[in-house]
Each structure stands twice: as C-alpha cells, then as structure tokens.
C-alpha cells in the first residue's frame, strides 16, 4: 500500500518550457488536490477534483492545468513554466472532499526549479 | 491577508516537557481545524483535528484546544519526544454552507519545533 505517489521527485525546468507532474493514490480515495508550498509559506490550494470526472480552481490556479484521468491519478500540468512557479508541489487525497474534517493524505512532494 | 496565522516560527523544547504549539484565525466561518506535521523531504501527515462545536480533542500524547470566543487553537504534545522535532501547520476548512469552497484546506505558515534530548 503505498498511499499517494507523485513524479518526478525533482525537475529543472527553462523559462517557456512545459511539464506535467503525476499524482496516483492507491487509497480508494473519492478526492484528489494539489498545493504548492514556497519558502516560509502554508500550503495552497491550486486545484482539487471532487470525484473522478470533476475539477475545480483552488486559491492559486494561474498558470497551471489539470486532468482527473480516472479514480487513482491527478495530474497537473505547466503549459509555459515561469520562474514564479518554482515551488514544492503536494498531491494529496482524501475519501471525500476536505470540509467537515475528512484528513487529507499527502504525497512526498516534487520539487521544481524553473530558471 | 492571512486568515490562519501561527506567529511563532520556531519553538525549542526539552525532552520529556509539554510542547505547546498555537494558531489564530480569522475566519468565523471556519468549522474544522486540523493540524499536520512535516518532516523534511516529506509530505505532510495529518496528526489530530477538532470540530468547530467542540473545544478539546485527544489522541495519545497529542491534544487540541479550540478557544472559539478568541479564534484561537493550541496543540499541546505531553511528553515531547525528539522525534516530535518537525514542522506543524495547523489548517481549517469552511463548510459549504457557510459559503465555503469544498476543496479549500486554509494553512498556516507553520512552526518548526525542536525537541532537545
């Protein structure tokens, strides 16, 4: 059981350049987010998917994309990265969406450089 | 503008004492409070939540308190361990009826906490 997975583990990406970051959960999970942490920063909100079939924008949507390909992957996706997307990207998952104390379990984080 | 706020960015604690980690909010509308604990390299892992209808919550070594009249929560871990050393965000969600958004876990800046031995 490996919980939520996420890859790559690290990227360097250029200015313009494009990329997509995986997120798979084995948990059976309903719901799927994703969070950006920059330095001496919470986490925030970029966008979550309900159920599979579903997405919605989170507090920081600008800039990125994504799919809710079935029940277990959520992926997002950079179209034309930007030296202000150079963060630590969460996954994380929960059986149903966070309101009402439902934890949310999270990923070991992709750590991405844009130059 | 910061609607969960945890204003003290370290806290250093002896072994064996109570270790006692505090957040503020904002937000009236709030309804859940959940605290997450973040070891380097590594996600975040949910550690003990409370109800907005509540005021104290247990888990172990692990309690919450909620001052709603303050908007204010603790998390007290007795006795600290060294293995506690790690960073807590506290977190609260707004239900969709107080005209929340589902998906939105609000976080904190956290607080790093050491344990010496």
């Known amino acids: 059981n490996a919980g939520v997975t996420q890859t790559p583990k690290f990227q360097v990406l250029k200015t313009g350049q494009s990329m997509t970051l995986q997120c798979a959960q084995d948990?059976?999970?309903?719901?799927m987010y994703w969070y950006r942490q920059d330095p001496g920063m919470g986490l925030r909100l970029i966008y979550y998917?309900?159920?599979?079939?579903?997405?919605d924008k989170g507090e920081v949507p600008n800039g990125y994309n994504v799919s809710r390909l079935n029940k277990r992957e959520f992926s997002l996706r950079l179209e034309s990265a930007a030296p202000s997307q150079t963060s630590v990207y969460f996954c994380a998952s929960s059986l149903r969406l966070a309101a009402g104390g439902n934890e949310q379990f999270f990923g070991p984080g992709t750590r991405l450089t844009v130059l | 503008d910061q609607q969960v706020k945890q204003n003290s960015p370290s806290l250093s604690v002896q072994e064996g004492r109570i270790s006692i980690l505090n957040c503020d909010y904002t937000n009236s509308m709030f309804d859940y409070f959940l605290w997450y604990k973040k070891y380097p390299a590594e996600g975040p892992t949910f550690l003990i939540s409370?109800?907005?209808?509540?005021d104290k919550n247990e888990d172990g070594r692990f309690t919450v308190f909620l001052n709603k009249s303050a908007k204010h929560l603790s998390l007290h871990i007795v006795p600290s361990q060294p293995g506690d050393s790690a960073v807590y965000f506290c977190?609260?969600?707004?239900?969709?009826?107080?005209?929340?958004?589902?998906?939105?876990?609000?976080f904190g800046k956290g607080t790093k906490l050491s344990v010496k031995p």
């Open positions: 409370i109800s907005s209808i509540k």
């Open positions: 948990m059976n999970h309903n719901s």
């Open positions: 977190a609260a969600s707004q239900g969709v009826r107080y005209g929340g958004s589902q998906g939105n876990l609000i």
């Open positions: 998917s309900a159920s599979e079939g579903t997405t």
